[in-house]
């Protein structure tokens, strides 16, 4: 549990018919604080970018937090590293436990070497070699499962069972949340007096964080969050006012086909102003005009809040916009815009 | 001139028979400093990243100085700005010239439209479509000519016999080279105590400006230059101990295609401890391993000096190592390891 948890009542199911009332504790600012320093020396301050050219066409002074720059590649190693530095020595020396097939799998594998513990990470059989590499260079101990979500959470429960390990949810999980939020505390200190801040939405663990950051620090700019159109949970629960699972994404943003908790979800109704969608070709485009811009490597979730600019979605201009890129982790043989790459 | 040269005295031309002696000045740490306050506010202070799995590879401690990062995406930008802004009033109210396919032609553009004067480019017929496109949107006024140095040259004369503009050369220029030093001066702020430093040779205005710096502030590290075989005039020049031009460059390279000149030969001389040379597979590979492991798009140009390590070309064990990441401008539809891609 947080150290300081703000329970808040929160309403889950349909709201026409005897809504089951739950108390769901939302993190706070100090929670991304002590995260902040918990964190300190494990995780990377990225640098914020600015571009002419992306001004220009978007009429607006954009401010781009580069987490592909971030160690594995990808914010996720902050709520990470926070979530496994959290546990009490005696959790701890269990080690620690997830399942995933993409960024967070390297995160706690490499923040758990950090710590000297171990790490078990389920990943799904037809994970991408490069990822089962870099898991494995990070010490992580891989058990191969089927590929769908009941098998994987059914070998990371006979794991946690059997080793004690503590299980670190990739987003569930109000110190990854808070973790996560801290990518926006220095966006805000490197790029002042914003006026709106976009980040993508997948399971909902770093909008939690970086709305929270934003409406703590800056009450008055404006929070969205930013998903595919073939991957729109968010969207439709933020309009539905409850959880609303993704079905059958489809999406090349494959960061983002994640569906919400009922944590994330409360803490998007909290924090978040609005939730946008973006097509694929959007999604590609977007991501070619970072490359070309930019000069930085993003994967295809992480050109998704800048899509929704591109596309005319969502219209900033005159605004300061803070945009949280958000990881850099893509098959440099799969290019979406190269005709003869295999898709 | 610069405002504090050191002339000496500089043999040119075969030394077993009848050398002529001339004086060329050499540019120094104050006119590298100059230069940074000349042209601050109007280029970036780039980041210099750090990379486990690099420095793991290497056994050695690598520092990456970001300059795909620097505005126009390439370091030129540090010293065309340099060379602009050193112009009297009088000088630069008839604007700026230069010849150039690559990216000083950006740099020069971009900086003349900071001071507010005309920027006449020379480029070549048959220029890459986005190079073309990035210097007019810079506000550069481009004059085609035939694609040979002697078209360019005369293009060039004539458009400066017309206008009275001030001819920036992209490395014959104490100016602009002791702007491009002014990397190796951030660099060795952000990494203190290197050992060593890696930067690519072309024209040789980068690595003038940053052995110039280096041996002045850290006379005991040592500056490798690279290049690549294809394109291999520094070397060769360099044990000969006289200019040997670049006959027929032959490399992916395409911002080391040329030959050195005598004013930058003779920093060479002074300031740089070897010349390396790597191989075609050695610098696409490294361009790869760049983009997967520090998620930055470098050309190919940038990838050599890492090359260098990579391929085991230069021992680094134990060392500590500054590497200049010099562009990014790059076809992103011709990346070298995609197959289908068009060379």
Same mark, same amino acid.
């Given at each position: =549990?947080?150290?300081?948890?703000?329970?808040?009542?929160?309403?889950?199911?349909?709201?026409?018919?005897?809504?089951?009332?739950?108390?769901?504790?939302?993190i706070?600012?100090? *929670?991304i604080?002590?995260?902040?320093?918990?964190?300190?020396?494990?995780? #990377?301050?990225?640098?914020?970018?600015?571009?002419? #050219? /992306?001004?220009?066409?978007?009429?607006?002074?954009?401010?781009?937090?580069?987490?592909p /720059?971030?160690?594995?590649?990808?914010?996720?190693?902050?709520?990470?590293?926070?979530?496994?530095?959290?546990?009490? *020595?005696?959790?701890?020396?269990?080690?620690?436990?997830?399942?995933?097939?993409?960024? &967070?799998?390297?995160?706690?594998?490499?923040?758990?070497?950090?710590?000297? %513990?171990?790490?078990? %990470?389920?990943?799904?059989?037809?994970?991408?070699?490069?990822?089962?590499?870099?898991?494995?260079?990070?010490?992580?101990?891989?058990? /191969?499962?089927?590929?769908?979500?009941?098998a994987?959470?059914?070998?990371?429960?006979?794991?946690?069972?059997?080793?004690?390990?503590?299980? %670190? &949810?990739?987003? *569930?999980n109000?110190?990854? =949340?808070?973790?996560?939020?801290?990518?926006?505390?220095?966006?805000?200190?490197?790029?002042?007096?914003?006026? /709106?801040?976009?980040?993508?939405?997948?399971?909902?663990?770093? %909008?939690?964080?970086?709305?929270?950051?934003?409406?703590?620090?800056?009450?008055?700019? #404006?929070?969205?969050?930013?998903?595919?159109?073939?991957?729109?949970?968010?969207?439709?629960?933020?309009?539905?006012?409850?959880?609303?699972?993704?079905? #059958?994404?489809?999406?090349?943003?494959?960061?983002?086909?994640?569906?919400?908790?009922?944590?994330?979800?409360?803490?998007?109704?909290?924090?978040?102003?609005?939730?946008?969608?973006?097509?694929?070709?959007?999604?590609?485009?977007? =991501?070619?005009?970072?490359?070309?811009?930019?000069?930085i490597?993003?994967?295809?979730?992480?050109?998704?809040?800048?899509?929704?600019?591109e596309?005319?979605?969502?219209?900033?201009?005159?605004?300061?916009?803070?945009?949280?890129?958000?990881?850099?982790?893509?098959?440099? *043989?799969?290019?979406?815009?190269?005709?003869?790459?295999?898709?």
């Open positions: =549990m947080m150290a300081s948890p703000l329970p808040i009542s929160y309403t889950v199911g349909d709201d026409c018919v005897s809504p089951t009332v739950v108390s769901i504790p939302l706070s600012l100090a *929670d604080e002590a995260a902040r320093e918990r964190i300190a020396g494990h995780v #990377r301050r990225t640098p914020v970018l600015t571009n002419e #050219r /992306l001004d220009e066409a978007a009429g607006a002074t954009l401010f781009f937090k580069c987490e /720059l971030q160690h594995i590649g990808a914010f996720k190693a902050r709520g990470a590293t926070n979530a496994v530095f959290a546990l009490s *020595d005696a959790e701890a020396s269990r080690g620690v436990a997830t399942h995933s097939s993409g960024n &967070h799998a390297a995160a706690v594998a490499r923040a758990a070497a950090l710590r000297g %513990i171990p790490a078990y %990470i389920v990943m799904p059989e037809g994970s991408a070699a490069p990822k089962l590499a870099q898991v494995e260079r990070l010490g992580g101990r891989i058990t /191969l499962c089927a590929p769908t979500q009941a994987r959470e059914a070998a990371a429960a006979r794991i946690v069972a059997e080793t004690g390990a503590a299980f %670190i &949810h990739p987003y *569930d109000p110190y990854v =949340m808070a973790g996560q939020g801290t990518a926006a505390l220095e966006l805000m200190e490197d790029a002042p007096d914003l006026d /709106l801040v976009l980040a993508p939405i997948g399971g909902g663990g770093l %909008i939690s964080g970086v709305s929270t950051a934003v409406k703590a620090l800056r009450p008055h700019a #404006r929070v969205i969050g930013v998903e595919p159109a073939g991957a729109d949970d968010a969207a439709r629960s933020f309009a539905a006012g409850h959880v609303i699972p993704l079905e #059958r994404p489809d999406t090349i943003a494959d960061g983002l086909r994640a569906s919400l908790a009922a944590s994330t979800f409360a803490h998007i109704q909290r924090g978040v102003d609005a939730v946008a969608t973006v097509s694929e070709p959007a999604i590609v485009q977007a =991501m070619r005009t970072l490359w070309e811009a930019l000069k490597v993003v994967e295809p979730s992480a050109a998704v809040p800048y899509a929704a600019i596309s005319g979605e969502i219209d900033v201009r005159g605004l300061r916009v803070g945009i949280v890129l958000t990881g850099g982790n893509v098959d440099l *043989d799969r290019l979406p815009w190269v005709q003869g790459a295999r898709l």
